[in-house]
C-alpha cells in the first residue's frame, strides 16, 4: 500500500515537473496599447420615432421604429427599452434590409414589459 502512495506521489510530482517545463517554453512577448481619437459619422442625424405594440395583457410586444434616414440602410437596429432607473426591461434588434428599405422597421422585444414600466426606448444603428 506504501508503494502505491509513493508511486501516486512521484507520477503527480512528475506531471507538476513537465507542466512547468512546458509553460516556462512558451515564448511571453509584450506589446502596448495606443488611444487616439476619431470621428464616428451618423446615418441619421434626427433621430427616430417609436410606435409600440401591445397585447390584450398590456405588454409591450414589439416596437415600430420610424423616420430611420436611407443612410442607414444594411444597417443593424437595435433596440432597448428601460424603466425609470435606466434599467433594461426590454431588447431586440432588426436587420435593416440594403435595398428597398422603407425607412422603418418593426423589432420585436423580448422579454415582454408592461408597457406602465416603459420610461425610455434607446436606438442605435450599428452600420452599415
Known sequence: ??????LAVGLVTAAAAIT???????????????????TVSRCDSNGFTFASVRNTSGAITSVTVGDIASACAGGSLMLTLTNSSSASIG????????????????????PQPAATSLATYRAIVVGP
Not at 500500500?1 to 509513493?6: G, Q
Not at 512546458?22 to 496599447?33: E, N
Open 91 to 110: 431588447s431586440g434588434s432588426s436587420a435593416l434590409p440594403a435595398t428597398g428599405f422603407s425607412g422603418s422597421a418593426a423589432v420585436s422585444v423580448s
Open 1 to 6: 500500500m506504501l508503494r502505491l502512495v509513493l
Open 20 to 38: 512547468l517545463a512546458a509553460a516556462a517554453a512558451v515564448p511571453v512577448a509584450t506589446s502596448s496599447v495606443g488611444a487616439g481619437t476619431g
